[in-house]
C-alpha cells in the first residue's frame, strides 16, 4: 500500500504561482511512477503531468507545457507540481497519484493509489 498526501493548493490570482507537493508514505520502492491529474467541478478528472520514479522522464499534458514543472525527491518520497502563469481554467482540485507497474502514466486507470486532493483556485 501506498499513502499519498497532498498539499500546497490555495487562491492566486491570475499571473501567479503555486508549488504543490505530494508526500508519499508506504511501499514507494516498487512503484513506478507518479503523477498530477486535475478535476474542476462538472468536468472529468485529467492528466496533468507524471514522472517516471526510477528513470525521472516527465510527461505533461498540453494545457501544462510550458507552464507547470513535475518533480520529485526520492529520498524524501515527495512529488512536486510547480505551476505557473496560472489562469482561472486551472482551477480545479489537484490529486497526485501512484503506479506500480510499467503502464501509461498519462492514464488515469494506469493508477492504483489516490490522495486526497488540494484545492487550487486561480481567480481572474
Known amino acids: 500500500q501506498v499513502q499519498l498526501v497532498e498539499s500546497g493548493g490555495g487562491l492566486v490570482q491570475a499571473g501567479g504561482s503555486l508549488r504543490l507537493s505530494c508526500a508519499a508514505a508506504?511501499?514507494?520502492?516498487?512503484?513506478?511512477?507518479m503523477g498530477w491529474f486535475r478535476q474542476a467541478p462538472g468536468k472529468e478528472r485529467e492528466f496533468v503531468a507524471a514522472?517516471?520514479?526510477?528513470?525521472?522522464?516527465?510527461y505533461y499534458a498540453d494545457a501544462a507545457k510550458g507552464r507547470f514543472t513535475i518533480s520529485k525527491d526520492s529520498f524524501k518520497n515527495m512529488l512536486y507540481l510547480q505551476m505557473n502563469s496560472l489562469r482561472p481554467e486551472d482551477t480545479a482540485v489537484y490529486h497526485c497519484?501512484?503506479?506500480?507497474?510499467?503502464?501509461?502514466?498519462?492514464?488515469?486507470?494506469?493508477?492504483?493509489?489516490w490522495g486526497q486532493g488540494t484545492q487550487v483556485t486561480v481567480s481572474s
Open positions: 514522472i517516471n520514479w526510477s528513470v525521472g522522464t516527465a
Open positions: 508506504g511501499r514507494t520502492n516498487s512503484m513506478f511512477g
Open positions: 497519484a501512484a503506479v506500480r507497474d510499467v503502464r501509461p502514466l498519462d492514464v488515469m486507470t494506469s493508477y492504483d493509489y
